[in-house]
C-alpha cells in the first residue's frame, strides 16, 4: 500500500471518482427539470396569495358593517329627536339638507373610528401601563404616572378648551377681567391649568384608593360636602363654570386612559377586584375640578 505525504501532492494523485460524477450528472438534470416547473410554482404561490387576501377581506367587510351599524344604533336616538322636533313640532323641513346629511356621515365615520381607535390603542396601553408599573413596585412612579396622565389627557382635552375660551370670552364683556386679548387668554388658560392639576390630583387619590382599597363612597361624599361648603364663600360668577368644569373633564380623552388605568392597576394588584375598585376614578376627577374651579374664582374675582 502506498502511503502519500504532503511532499506527494496526494490530492492531485486521486484517481477521479466516477460516482461524485454520476451524481453531480443527476443533480444538473434535477435543476434543469426545476427550472422548467419553477414559473408554474410561482403562478400557484400568486393564487394562493390573492386567495388570502380574498378570504381576509371577506373576513374583514363584515366587522366594518357591524362597527357602521352600532355607530347608527348609537345615534338613533339623537336623530329621532331632531328630527321629531323639526318635522312635528316646528314643522319645518330642515335647512340645508344635504350639509346636514353629509355631516351626519361624518360624525358616523368619526364615532366608527374613534371607538375602534380606544379598542387598539388607548384601553390596552393605559392597562399594560398601569400593570407594568404595578410588576415594578415602585409606589412613586406610579402615583407621579398618575397625576401626569390626569393632567397631561385633560390640559389637552377639546372640550375644557372651548368652555375655558367661552368662559374668558363673556367674563371679559361682563366687566370680571380686563377685556384685551392678554386678560382673556390668561384668564382661559388659568382655569385649564386650575381643572387639568385637580384632575392629576384625583387621579393621584383614586390610585391610592385602589392600593388601599379604601371604600369609594365616603371619599364622594365628603368631596362634596366640600363642594357644597365651597358654594357658600366662591363668587357667584365662578360656580355655574365650576359645576360645568367637572363635566367636561370627563371626555373624549381622558375617560379612556383613566378608565383603562384604573381597570389595569386593579387587575394587577391582589385581593382587588376590577369591578369593585377598577371603576370610580372618573368620579373623582369630575368631582375635584368643581373644588379647584371655585378656588380659582376666589383668587381672581376678589
Partial sequence: MTVFHKS??????????????????????????YSGWLPDRKNDNNCITDN?????????????????????????????????FQLVVIRQPLPQLGEVIFGALLVVAGLVLFVQGLEMGLFPIGEAMAYALARKGSLFWLLVFAFALGFSTTIAEPALIAV??????????????????????????????SVAVSVGLA???????????????YLIIGGYVVVMLMTIIAPEEIIGIA?????????????????????????????????????GLIAFASL?????VMGYGLLIFN
Avoid at 288 to 292: E, G, H
Wanted: aromatic content about 6%.
Fill in 52 to 84: 388570502g387576501h380574498q378570504h381576509d377581506t371577506m373576513k374583514i367587510l363584515p366587522i366594518i358593517f357591524q362597527k357602521i351599524k352600532t355607530a347608527l344604533m348609537d345615534l338613533l336616538p339623537i336623530i329621532v329627536v331632531i328630527a321629531f
Fill in 203 to 217: 387621579i393621584l387619590v383614586g390610585v391610592i384608593r385602589i392600593l388601599k382599597g379604601w371604600p369609594i363612597h
Fill in 164 to 193: 375655558a375660551a367661552e368662559a374668558a370670552d363673556i367674563a371679559g364683556k361682563g366687566g370680571l377681567i380686563h377685556p384685551d386679548q392678554k386678560s382673556l387668554t390668561t384668564y382661559a388658560l388659568g382655569l385649564r391649568i
Fill in 288 to 292: 375635584l375640578p368643581m373644588i379647584f
Fill in 8 to 33: 506527494d501532492n496526494a490530492l492531485t494523485k486521486k484517481k477521479p471518482d466516477f460516482r461524485m460524477q454520476k451524481v453531480h450528472q443527476i443533480l444538473s438534470h434535477s435543476d434543469a427539470d
Fill in 243 to 279: 359645576y360645568d368644569a367637572g363635566g367636561v373633564t370627563t371626555s373624549t380623552i381622558t375617560v379612556p386612559l383613566v378608565a383603562a388605568l384604573g381597570v389595569g392597576l386593579a387587575s394587577s394588584i391582589q385581593g382587588r377586584s376590577p369591578l369593585l375598585d377598577g371603576f
